[in-house]
T-cell receptor, first 113, second 113 residues
Framework: EPEVTQTPSHQVTQMGQEVILRCVPISNHLYFYWYRQILGQKVEFLVSFYNNEISEKSEIFDDQFSVERPDGSNFTLKIRSTKLEDSAMYFC???????????FGEGSRLTVL | AQSVSQHNHHVILSEAASLELGCNYSYGGTVNLFWYVQYPGQHLQLLLKYFSGDPLVKGIKGFEAEFIKSKFSFNLRKPSVQWSDTAEYFCAVNLSGTYKYIFGTGTRLKVLA
């Protein structure tokens, strides 16, 4: 069983629309990550989030992307105006600095038409 | 720039054959090393990890990996594969002192019964 639950499992949207992907950890953790995997390509780091702040982000994570933890539990990734190239599997992960291991959710598949 | 290379993109083996998947990284500093597995339709799961100490690490399901610092390599091995090992395998590097993990492009393994 994954330690984080992601919703939706699959979302289809029109180009230019806003999308919110959600991640719910089973237990309280401070470190969260978003990764994405475009079909057939490698898993790419998007952003890390520690103690309710972005700790690091990649070049992919531009102004169209944002993350927040609005209620102290759910961890969301928002894409403001989706592009065709945003079509990918988005993985949320929780981690701990003590172990260095990432625990992934099952992913949210985003299809932008 | 830091990167992780996995040399084999697709590997097909018969049951009981031995497996070795290559992984090389480019980073001059201290790293933590991981192998993750993604079974069809499932989330990424940790196979094994190396932080320090014995460079030969053993993971779940009979997998092991050897860290060779001079070669910047962390190859995954299994002496005898099973049909259930059919999956995609990802090598990942965590740069010590950061929250960022860099993944390789993955190796898709198919084991024939």
């Amino acid at each position: 069983e994954p330690e984080v639950t992601q919703t939706p499992s699959h979302q289809v949207t029109q180009m230019g629309q806003e999308v919110i992907l959600r991640c719910v950890p089973i237990s309280n953790h401070l470190y969260f990550y978003w990764y994405r995997q475009i079909l057939g390509q490698k898993v790419e780091f998007l952003v890390s989030f520690y103690n309710n702040e972005i700790s690091e982000k990649s070049e992919i994570f531009d102004d169209q992307f944002s993350v927040e933890r609005p209620d102290g539990s759910n961890f969301t990734l928002k894409i403001r105006s989706t592009k065709l190239e945003d079509s990918a599997m988005y993985f949320c992960a929780r981690g701990g600095a003590d172990t260095g291991e990432l625990f992934f959710g099952e992913g949210s598949r985003l299809t932008v038409l | 720039a830091q990167s992780v290379s996995q040399h084999n993109h697709h590997v097909i083996l018969s049951e009981a054959a031995s497996l070795e998947l290559g992984c090389n990284y480019s980073y001059g500093g201290t790293v933590n090393l991981f192998w993750y597995v993604q079974y069809p339709g499932q989330h990424l799961q940790l196979l094994l990890k190396y932080f320090s100490g014995d460079p030969l690490v053993k993971g779940i399901k009979g997998f092991e990996a050897e860290f060779i610092k001079s070669k910047f390599s962390f190859n995954l091995r299994k002496p005898s594969v099973q049909w259930s090992d059919t999956a995609e395998y990802f090598c990942a590097v965590n740069l010590s002192g950061t929250y960022k993990y860099i993944f390789g492009t993955g190796t898709r393994l198919k084991v024939l019964a």
